[in-house]
């Protein structure tokens, strides 16, 4: 068996250790003699399983007690439509930062329900900062204010938070969940698709300050109100029970290797190792601004659209896979989530410099 470096934005790498334990797991789960996938999601040993995996975030992110902790589906898309719902109830107004698609997308669906506010947008330069704020321009009655912490598709993430004084912070952190430490008390919302960096897709995570729950307009569906999987635990109906019991694993993972500090020093380390070749580089060159960068997504071009096509094709025929740029962007992208080993991102940039020679 080979198993190649695969450096997709998403659905990504799952640490193997993750992988062949469920594998150990899958026909016989625990002496229950059947996987989880068959199992009800009604038993005492799954209830062990959601609620293992809820102390996982709790502890791992530490969510402090006036925060409910929910496993939803539908995407981190979803929460687009699920926030403006359940929160843009009281002044009907939200802010909005457009750093890229996915902040985007939040901002459009957010205005088929009320007023949403663009405090700033670095579409200008193709998303390739994050703008600087100014909290004279945020609106002071919104009912939330909305980022994307951490820009997938053109890999800038936010290095400060915004002040918003008393408007809940909502962010979407599908593409750095559990990457480094986060303060979760200085948000009234989180919310990321699970399969960036935390387990299979079909799983959405949302961490929501208990006195946002409860507000949602009339008409919301039922399963688009928080109220409704906060009251049940996340089991109002049936949960994506496999893919929860996966991220519980990822979790285990994350804390036997030292928990979110430690994953942190090992994300910028690994990405210390892109930065700093792209920095001397004399064929290959980074597409943010410096201070902006993530840790996770790191998006490079060699300026040439042939060339860039053609070190893609060799990098895949080279194991190093799904490192195409998004459209948008073009080039390349190198996706360094926190099952990304070290040695991954060594093999490529050797790979790069080889390339840099021969062209
Ligand atoms: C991938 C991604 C999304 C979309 O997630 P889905 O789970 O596919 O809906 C939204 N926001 C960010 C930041 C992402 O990286």
Same mark, same amino acid.
């Given at each position: 068996?080979?198993?190649?470096?695969?450096?997709?934005?998403?659905?990504?790498?799952?640490?193997?250790?993750?992988?062949?334990?469920?594998?150990?797991?899958?026909?016989?789960?625990?002496?229950?003699?059947?996987?989880?996938?068959?199992?009800?999601?009604?038993?005492?040993?799954?209830?062990?399983?959601?609620?293992?995996?809820?102390?996982?975030?709790?502890?791992?992110?530490?969510?402090?007690?006036?925060?409910?902790?929910?496993?939803?589906?539908?995407?981190?898309?979803?929460?687009?439509?699920?926030?403006?719902?359940?929160?843009?109830?009281?002044?009907?107004?939200?802010?909005?930062?457009?750093?890229?698609?996915?902040?985007?997308?939040?901002?459009?669906?957010?205005?088929?329900?009320?007023?949403?506010?663009?405090?700033?947008?670095?579409?200008?330069?193709?998303?390739?900062?994050?703008?600087?704020?100014?909290?004279?321009?945020?609106?002071?009655?919104?009912?939330?204010?909305?980022?994307?912490?951490?820009?997938?598709?053109?890999?800038?993430?936010?290095?400060?938070?915004?002040?918003?004084?008393?408007?809940?912070?909502?962010?979407?952190?599908?593409?750095?969940?559990?990457?480094?430490?986060?303060? %979760?008390?200085?948000?009234?919302? /989180?919310? #990321?698709?699970?399969? &960036?960096?935390?387990?299979? $897709? =079909?799983?959405?995570?949302?961490?929501?300050?208990?006195?946002?729950?409860?507000?949602?307009?009339?008409?919301?569906?039922?399963?688009?109100?928080?109220?409704?999987?906060?009251?049940?635990?996340?089991?109002?109906?049936?949960?994506?029970?496999?893919?929860?019991?996966?991220?519980?694993?990822?979790?285990?993972?994350?804390?036997?290797?030292?928990?979110?500090?430690?994953?942190?020093?090992?994300?910028?380390?690994?990405?210390?190792?892109?930065?700093?070749?792209?920095?001397?580089?004399?064929?290959?060159?980074?597409?943010?601004?410096?201070?902006?960068?993530?840790?996770?997504?790191?998006?490079? %071009?060699?300026?040439?659209?042939? /060339?860039? #096509?053609?070190?893609? &094709?060799?990098?895949?025929? $080279? =194991?190093?896979?799904?490192?195409?740029?998004?459209?948008?962007?073009?080039?390349?992208?190198?996706?360094?989530?926190?099952?990304?080993?070290?040695?991954?991102?060594?093999?490529?940039?050797?790979?790069?410099?080889?390339?840099?020679?021969?062209?």
């Amino acid at each position: 068996m080979s198993r190649v470096y695969n450096f997709s934005a998403g659905p990504s790498m799952l640490p193997e250790e993750v992988l062949k334990k469920a594998a150990d797991e899958m026909l016989d789960y625990q002496g229950s003699g059947q996987s989880v996938m068959e199992m009800s999601h009604r038993s005492k040993v799954f209830e062990s399983i959601i609620q293992g995996a809820e102390s996982l975030v709790r502890e791992l992110m530490g969510v402090p007690d006036n925060y409910k902790v929910l496993f939803l589906q539908g995407g981190a898309s979803s929460q687009f439509a699920m926030v403006p719902l359940n929160l843009m109830t009281k002044n009907k107004k939200a802010d909005f930062v457009l750093t890229g698609q996915w902040a985007t997308k939040a901002y459009k669906e957010a205005a088929r329900y009320g007023e949403a506010h663009v405090v700033a947008s670095s579409k200008d330069k193709t998303f390739s900062y994050i703008p600087k704020l100014d909290p004279a321009t945020f609106s002071k009655d919104a009912d939330y204010f909305h980022i994307c912490m951490n820009n997938t598709i053109y890999g800038t993430k936010y290095h400060t938070l915004p002040d918003t004084g008393d408007v809940p912070l909502v962010a979407d952190i599908s593409s750095c969940i559990m990457s480094e430490p986060i303060d %979760v008390s200085r948000f009234g919302l /989180l919310y #990321a698709g699970a399969q &960036k960096n935390l387990g299979p $897709a =079909g799983l959405t995570l949302v961490i929501i300050r208990e006195d946002l729950i409860g507000h949602a307009m009339e008409f919301t569906p039922t399963m688009f109100n928080y109220q409704t999987h906060s009251d049940n635990g996340s089991m109002f109906n049936t949960p994506p029970c496999y893919a929860i019991y996966i991220a519980k694993l990822v979790m285990e993972w994350v804390k036997e290797n030292g928990g979110l500090q430690a994953m942190k020093e090992h994300n910028e380390k690994k990405a210390a190792i892109l930065y700093d070749f792209l920095d001397q580089s004399k064929l290959f060159k980074g597409t943010v601004v410096k201070e902006d960068r993530s840790l996770m997504n790191v998006p490079f %071009v060699t300026g040439d659209e042939a /060339l860039d #096509a053609e070190f893609v &094709k060799q990098a895949t025929a $080279a =194991g190093f896979v799904n490192i195409k740029g998004h459209r948008t962007v073009g080039g390349m992208r190198a996706s360094i989530y926190n099952a990304m080993p070290i040695e991954g991102v060594e093999k490529l940039v050797a790979f790069m410099q080889q390339f840099e020679a021969a062209h």
